[in-house]
């Protein structure tokens, strides 16, 4: 495979049809047997794949060029989530607003080219897959826990962690899920994962979400600031389900469609194998 049929395999998995902002291929590659893929690859682990014996680096997280300057642009992918919450399409778009701004400007000053530089020097194929891993871990968590949930309408904060803790991600990692508004025996009432779009939206947008009739949303992180203003909104509880083993569940649905198609993978930098 090249680095355009790997990054087609991961767009078609997510069931996109363009490469979102946030993910692209930085340096192309032909021939591609064996890869690296992890949760942040820089300089260190470039060099230590290219010891290894691998042909392509994937980071997960941006890490260089286009897809770290524009996080920011797939935000407002989010507001269609949002929507399917509930949410009115106006009041999504203003809820976010302040949160993309913030982004931007932390990106605006971020040293971009550092990895892309690294990995041009050492003749590295190296590309970024992001929003399109996020999706597959949205729609797996979510999906599982619809299955898990369907015969308790009064599933609680303990059932929904519980429940996490069957995917094995969520088993094998250090950080495991924690509630972080409310108790373990609060009533979860509607059940939301949002794990895609860039980053958080911040306390506008948890705040947007429960007004819309979610009981408990589930992310992969959440500020100290954005958890302080949630629990003094006191209308929704917040489950947050651990980042790298969230990032893991998407990464290794992507993981499967390339050894499926005879590509040798080596986890690292934060990837937990499933198996």
Do not use: W
Request: glycine fraction near 10%; aromatic fraction near 2%; include cysteine.
């Amino acid at each position: 495979m090249n680095t355009k049929e790997i990054m087609d395999l991961a767009l078609e998995l997510a069931g996109l049809t363009e490469v979102p902002e946030d993910s692209g291929i930085i340096v192309e590659g032909e021939n591609i047997k064996k890869v690296a893929i992890g949760v942040d690859m820089e300089l260190a682990e470039m060099m230590l794949a290219r010891e290894l014996g691998a042909d392509l680096v994937i980071t997960h997280h941006p890490k260089g060029g286009n897809p770290a300057i524009n996080l920011h642009k797939v935000m407002k992918a989010q507001i269609d989530r949002m929507v399917k919450a509930g949410v009115p399409i106006n009041k999504a778009q203003k809820a976010l607003s302040e949160k993309v701004g913030q982004v931007e400007r932390a990106l605006h000053v971020s040293n971009y080219d550092r990895a892309v530089s690294a990995a041009k020097l050492l003749k590295m194929p190296f590309m970024g897959v992001h929003t399109p891993t996020d999706i597959l871990a949205e729609n797996k968590v979510e999906a599982h826990l619809e299955n898990a949930l369907k015969d308790k309408p009064k599933a609680t904060l303990d059932d929904v962690v519980k429940a996490l803790e069957e995917l094995p991600e969520y088993q094998k990692t250090l950080a495991k899920p924690v509630i972080r508004v409310g108790s373990k025996d609060d009533f979860a009432g509607k059940v939301f994962v949002t794990m895609a779009g860039g980053t958080g939206g911040g306390a506008a947008v948890a705040k947007a979400y429960f007004e819309a009739g979610v009981g408990t949303l589930i992310c992969m992180h959440m500020p100290e600031d954005v958890l302080k203003a949630v629990r003094e909104q006191n209308i929704g509880n917040v489950i947050v389900a651990g980042h790298m083993a969230s990032d893991s569940v998407g990464i290794n649905e992507f993981i499967k469609g390339l050894e499926d198609r005879g590509i040798e993978v080596i986890r690292m930098s934060g990837v937990i194998d499933p198996k």
